[in-house]
T-cell receptor, first 113, second 113 residues
């Protein structure tokens, strides 16, 4: 199975709050898990990525948590800012296949000031 | 250094016409990917090309769709005899190597009347 399921579909958070987005995958051959941020009218941009040999990766206010046994990974946005308002996509791929990504359905995040 | 350039940004076609979408990758990038995004959905992989070669076209519909990345010039995604169901945003992405960071263009919004 190649599917990646993402939840929630949308999220409203107050400025300074924490945004949490969850993804689950089925294909145990996936070995690369990136998150992309997309603003209206723009293409997705790589935000942060993780490989299954680590359980957590942090870059600034963005953290990925990875649970290999549960086949789940999540994105945490700490101290959310209005500029973080965007659609976020999780994705997964098999590195041997290059950047052939399987995307989740996306989460629209709105950060209220 | 310009990013991935896609043109046109918007393309309107009537049913039965042909659509040609162009993509100029980041300078120096030889790996190009095409993805399709339907409204309120995640991106779906279509095809992976590397200069003059199709590496993986497993996401391409069997009929009417073709892609090329010639030695000189942009990558072209060609859709013949368009139907309303082809209406979507088509994104091109490029990378310097098979597993290098992927950069997306701003997409071409195809509308079929």
């Amino acid at each position: 199975q190649q599917q990646v399921k993402q939840s929630p579909q949308s999220l409203i958070v107050q400025k300074g709050g924490i945004s949490i987005i969850n993804c689950a995958y089925e294909n145990t051959a996936f070995d690369y898990f990136p998150w992309y941020q997309q603003f209206p009218g723009k293409g997705p941009a790589l935000l942060i990525a993780i490989r299954p040999d680590v359980s957590e990766k942090k870059e600034g206010r963005f953290t990925i948590s990875f649970n290999k046994s549960a086949k789940q990974f999540s994105l945490h946005i700490m101290d959310s800012q209005p500029g973080d308002s965007a659609t976020y996509f999780c994705a997964a791929s098999i590195q041997a296949a290059g950047n052939k990504l399987t995307f989740g359905g996306g989460t629209r995040v709105l950060v209220k000031p | 250094n310009a990013g991935v350039m896609q043109n046109p940004r918007h393309l309107v076609r009537r049913r039965g016409q042909e659509a040609r979408l162009r993509c100029s990758p980041v300078k120096g990038h030889s790996h190009v990917y095409w993805y399709r995004q339907l409204p309120e959905e995640g991106l779906k992989f279509m095809v992976y090309l590397q200069k003059e070669n199709i590496i993986d076209e497993s996401g391409m519909p069997k009929e009417r769709f073709s892609a090329e990345f010639p030695k000189e010039g942009p990558s072209i995604l060609r859709i013949q005899q368009v139907v309303r169901g082809d209406s979507a945003a088509y994104f091109c992405a490029s990378s310097a190597g098979q597993n290098e960071k992927l950069f997306f263009g701003s997409g071409t919004q195809l509308s079929v009347l």
